[in-house]
């Protein structure tokens, strides 16, 4: 037995370190669907609906490609923070997926207890790598490229995906992507239930290049941004129409997820009503 005991551990070390991407992807589908749909929520009500199931979240669109997430146990996200999207009391944690002037800011408001910023920012950084957890939500980030402004090189690593854990939850926020995505971004990224897709087509990537992102990562649930009118929705939604998707044009611009609830097929949820912002 003791000549086995330290092979065993050798090879409890080496899985681990194989596992290590896997463990880092968001939580698998763990929770049997019972009752499809989303309902409409608001913020007072988050902590006694749905049955107080950990794995749920009030998402609110903010504007142009911000959305706020709020947990069970108060933690408060924005995405692509800049500063002025975003309303009541101050966000927890903020993330800023790419330099352009409307999705981050250097001067972000005093007490965010994490200020996560998706491109190399630092002397000698080659990519952002974040992954931090503050009670019931995990965030992290997959880099990704991004065009240069103006012309020029690529910028490597110049933009991130930020998940969102909250429980067994995955939100993904894409920011500001500009290319499909390889096995490996799929790989990190893991099951994602709910994506937050923009669909300007010229600022970030052509519509049909991102529908096919759409089915690359194969999300429940998809909450359009980083548009400016009808138009721009009702062409995306037309090249989504092969997929047969359910399309929800709430009428308010918060909503309330819940893993158990998540629906069986994909759903198209309006929150940034006609865009803008």
Not at 11 to 32: D, W
Not at 265 to 273: D, E, F, N, S, Y
Request: proline fraction near 7%; charged fraction near 20%.
């Amino acid at each position: 037995m003791s000549h086995r005991l330290p092979l065993l551990a050798l090879l409890a070390t080496t899985f681990a370190l194989l596992a290590g991407p896997v463990l880092a992807r968001c939580a698998q589908n763990l929770v049997e669907l019972d009752r499809p749909g989303v309902r409409l929520a608001s913020l007072d009500g988050l902590a006694l609906a749905s049955g107080n199931s950990p794995s749920r979240a009030i998402i609110t669109f903010v504007g142009h490609s911000s959305y706020q997430i709020d947990t069970p146990q108060g933690v408060r996200a924005i995405t692509d923070y800049n500063g002025y999207n975003g309303f009541g009391r101050k966000p927890d944690i903020v993330t800023m997926n790419n330099a352009h002037s409307s999705h981050f800011t250097d001067d972000p408001e005093d007490g965010i207890t994490y200020v996560l910023r998706g491109w190399p920012s630092k002397p000698g950084e080659t990519e952002a790598k974040v992954d931090v957890t503050l009670k019931d939500m995990r965030v992290w980030n997959v880099p990704t490229n991004a065009r240069a402004w103006g012309g020029g090189e690529t910028r490597i690593n110049g933009n991130s995906i930020f998940i969102f854990a909250v429980g067994d939850l995955c939100i993904a926020h894409l920011g500001h992507l500009h290319h499909r995505l390889t096995p490996e971004h799929l790989e990190e990224l893991g099951r994602i239930d709910v994506l937050m897709v923009p669909i300007d087509g010229s600022f970030t990537m052509g519509q049909p290049l991102m529908v096919d992102v759409i089915k690359q990562i194969e999300p429940r649930i998809v909450l359009p941004m980083h548009y400016w009118g009808r138009y721009q929705l009702d062409r995306f939604m037309g090249l989504l129409a092969p997929l047969e998707p359910e399309f929800i044009w709430p009428d308010k611009s918060i909503i309330e997820v819940t893993k158990p609830s998540l629906p069986d097929k994909l759903t198209v949820i309006a929150a940034a009503g006609e865009g803008g912002g």
